[in-house]
C-alpha cells in the first residue's frame, strides 16, 4: 500500500479534513497552564480522589475501597494518517494507554465521535469504529456506549476506564533522585507524522509508525508490580522533554537525559534534518523550553525531536537502578524490543537537562 494514497476517488484524504493530527493536536503546555489557572480547575477534592489535577497527571484515580480503584481518562484527536481503520486503531490505542501509565488494566471504553458527515462515506466513519474496537477487543475491554456528534474536522477517541489496586497507583510524580529513567517505545511519530502529511513517507516508515502507534502499553500494570518501580507516565503530545519535565517536577528533582542512548524510529533523525518536524514541537519549546537545558555537542535536531509530539508514545519509568534489568525484561517480554534506558534522576532543581 502506497502510505500517502488517497482511499478512494470519492472519500478526501482523512488528514486533509484536519488541521493537525494525532497528539500534535495538543494545546500547547504553556497556554494549557494558563487556561487551568483561570478556570477555577482544582474545585471539589473528595479524600477519595488519590490523583486528580495536581501533577497534570496521565489519568484521574478514585479509591473504590481497600482493594479497588478506578482510573478514569479520556482523549481523542484528528486523524494522524488517511487510512480510517488504522486511525481508529490508533486513537484507541492511545486512550488506553493512560490507563496502564497509571499501573491499572482497562475495564471499558466509550467511544467519542465527531465527524463530517456530510464529506466523508458512512463506509469510512465504521471502519474508524471498527479499527477502534478492535483495539479494546485486543486490550480484552468492550466499547460499551459512546457520544457523536457532526462536526467540521473528523475526530475520534475513547473514554477509557479501569482498575488499579490503591497501593500500586504508578503516578508521574514518585521519581526520586538515584532513579534510572526507561522508555519504552522509539521516538519520532511526530516526524513522521509531517513527513505523511507531505506525501514524503516510504511505505517502510508507515508501518513503522503503524507498528508503534497501534502497540497496546501492556507492560503498564505489571511494572506497577514491581517494588522498584516509583513513577510510570507516557509519552505523548508534549513530547519526551515535556512528559520528563512532568516527571521532574512532580518528583522536585532534575533529571537528565542522555541522548545518544534515546531510541529513534527508522530514518527519523534523517528526517527531522529535512524539516520534517511538527508545529506542535515550536509550540512545546515555546512553553517549557526555559526549563530545559540542551548541551553542549548535541545533534541540530535534537531540541525539535525532544519536543516531537508522540501519539500513542511509549511509557517512561522511573525505577530503582537494581530493579532495571527487571524493567526492561518486561518491556521485552510484552514486544517492546527498543525499551532503553535513556537517563537518570538527580537531586536539584526541578529541571530537565538533555546530555550529548
Not at 484528528?78 to 490508533?90: A, L, Q, S, T
Not at 516527571?247 to 537528565?256: D, E, K, P, W
Request: proline share 6%; charged share 15%; net charge negative.
Amino acid at each position: 500500500m502506497n502510505a500517502t494514497a488517497p482511499l478512494s476517488s470519492v472519500a478526501p484524504r482523512l488528514t486533509s479534513l484536519s488541521h493537525g493530527g494525532g497528539c500534535g493536536c495538543k494545546i500547547a503546555p504553556g497556554v494549557l497552564s494558563q487556561i487551568l489557572a483561570q478556570s477555577g480547575a482544582a474545585g471539589l477534592v473528595p479524600p477519595e480522589l488519590l490523583v486528580g489535577l495536581e501533577t497534570a497527571d496521565d489519568a484521574a484515580v478514585y479509591r473504590l475501597n481497600d482493594e479497588q480503584a478506578l482510573v478514569a481518562t479520556t482523549d481523542f484527536f484528528m486523524p494522524i494518517v488517511d487510512d480510517p481503520y488504522e486511525f481508529g486503531r490508533i486513537a484507541a490505542t492511545n486512550a488506553l494507554s493512560d490507563v496502564y501509565a497509571m499501573g491499572g488494566r482497562p475495564i471499558m471504553a466509550l467511544a467519542l465521535v465527531a465527524m463530517p458527515i456530510g464529506q466523508l462515506p458512512l463506509e469510512t466513519i465504521g471502519a474508524i469504529l471498527r479499527g477502534g474496537q478492535d483495539t479494546c477487543r485486543a486490550a480484552g475491554i468492550p466499547v460499551a456506549g459512546g457520544h457523536t456528534i457532526d462536526s467540521v474536522e473528523p475526530i475520534y477517541g475513547l473514554v477509557a476506564m479501569g482498575l488499579v489496586h490503591p497501593e500500586r497507583v504508578r503516578r508521574n510524580a514518585g521519581a526520586r533522585p538515584g532513579d534510572v529513567l526507561i522508555l519504552g517505545k522509539p521516538l519520532g511519530v511526530g516526524v513522521y507524522s509531517a513527513a505523511l502529511k507531505k506525501e514524503q513517507l516510504s511505505d517502510a516508515h508507515y508501518r513503522e509508525m503503524l507498528a508503534s502507534t497501534t502497540r497496546l502499553n501492556t507492560p503498564g500494570p505489571i511494572l506497577a508490580d514491581l517494588e522498584g518501580v516509583h513513577a510510570i507516565t507516557d509519552v505523548t503530545g508534549f513530547g519526551l522533554a515535556g512528559h520528563a519535565l512532568e516527571m521532574a517536577r512532580g518528583a522536585g528533582a532534575t533529571i537528565a537525559i542522555d541522548w545518544a542512548r534515546v531510541p529513534l524510529l527508522p530514518g527519523v533523525a534523517e528526517l527531522a534534518a529535512q524539516g520534517f518536524v511538527t508545529g506542535a514541537s515550536g509550540r512545546n519549546w515555546a512553553g517549557y523550553g526555559e526549563a530545559v537545558a540542551l548541551e553542549a555537542g548535541l545533534p541540530a535536531t535534537t531540541q525539535a525531536l525532544a519536543t516531537d509530539p508522540q501519539t500513542s508514545g511509549g511509557l517512561l519509568v522511573a525505577c530503582a537502578p537494581e530493579a532495571a534489568d527487571q524493567v526492561l525484561t518486561v518491556f521485552a517480554r510484552e514486544g517492546f524490543d527498543r525499551a532503553a534506558v535513556v537517563g537518570e534522576v538527580q537531586a536539584g532543581e526541578a529541571r530537565l537537562r538533555v546530555r550529548a
